[in-house]
């Protein structure tokens, strides 16, 4: 089965810091997002990435950017941590031409920011 | 750009009884529309999927979903929940060549003895 792996479950930030939560995938999946779900508003897509050093925005990249260097693993970057990007956070993996808008997600990190 | 309605937040069945979520969209063309569970403290896992074809279509677990064009619906069922179905139920949409999904903003599903 593919994997997908959040490197935190829970993380507790203070406003201001520089946040990296990161999102590692076993099975050579060409594409990898980057979503926050809060209540109420669902999934919403932060970034994706369909290559190495490529990268979209999605629909709420301000205040986020993206980071990646190796085909398996996707970093997502707080650059001035504040209290309103207080979420889960979903990384997910796909495959590009076996199963199209197949998407595996990771088990989240819910990131705190005080 | 497409968009996903999901206009139950919150949904209790009682085990045994039938089960009907409701998803609505809005694009132009032939959508792609996907049904993704959450369990508690879980990741997103795909039920199943529309790309063309059958309008009926089934998925694990038991579940299966129709798209209806002409009401622009893919709404999901089961004839008789398990309690292990108690999740968060999300309704999405792809298009042809774009990767990235649109998701509705899910429907809790709380199962009653």
């Known amino acids: 089965d593919v994997k997908v792996t959040q490197s935190s479950r829970y993380l507790v930030k203070r406003t201001g810091e520089k946040v990296f939560l990161e999102c590692v995938q076993d099975?050579?999946?060409?594409?990898m997002f980057w979503y926050r779900q809060d209540p109420g508003l669902g999934l919403r897509l932060i970034y994706f990435?369909?290559?190495?050093?490529?990268?979209e925005k999605g629909d709420i990249p301000e205040g986020y950017s993206v980071s990646r260097e190796k085909k398996e693993r996707f970093s997502l970057i707080l650059e001035s941590a504040s209290t309103n990007q207080t979420s889960m956070y979903l990384c997910?993996?796909?495959?590009?031409?076996?199963?199209?808008?197949?998407?595996?997600f990771g088990s989240g990190t819910q990131l705190s920011v005080l | 750009a497409q968009s996903v309605t999901q206009p139950d937040i919150h949904i209790t069945v009682s085990e045994g009884a039938s089960l009907e979520l409701r998803c609505n969209y809005s694009?132009?063309?032939?959508?792609?529309l996907f049904w993704y569970v959450q369990s508690p403290g879980q990741g997103l896992q795909l039920l199943l999927k529309y790309f063309s074809g059958d309008t009926l279509v089934q998925g694990i677990k038991g579940f299966e979903a129709e798209f209806k064009r002409s009401q622009s619906s893919f709404n999901l069922r089961k004839p008789s929940v398990h309690w292990s179905d108690a999740a968060e139920y999300f309704c999405a949409v792809g298009v042809v060549g774009n990767e990235k999904l649109t998701f509705g903003t899910g429907t809790r599903l709380t199962i009653i003895p």
């Open positions: 694009y132009g063309a032939t959508p792609y």
């Open positions: 099975m050579d999946h060409e594409n």
């Open positions: 990435s369909y290559d190495v050093k490529m990268k």
């Open positions: 997910a993996s796909s495959s590009a031409t076996t199963a199209p808008g197949k998407l595996f």
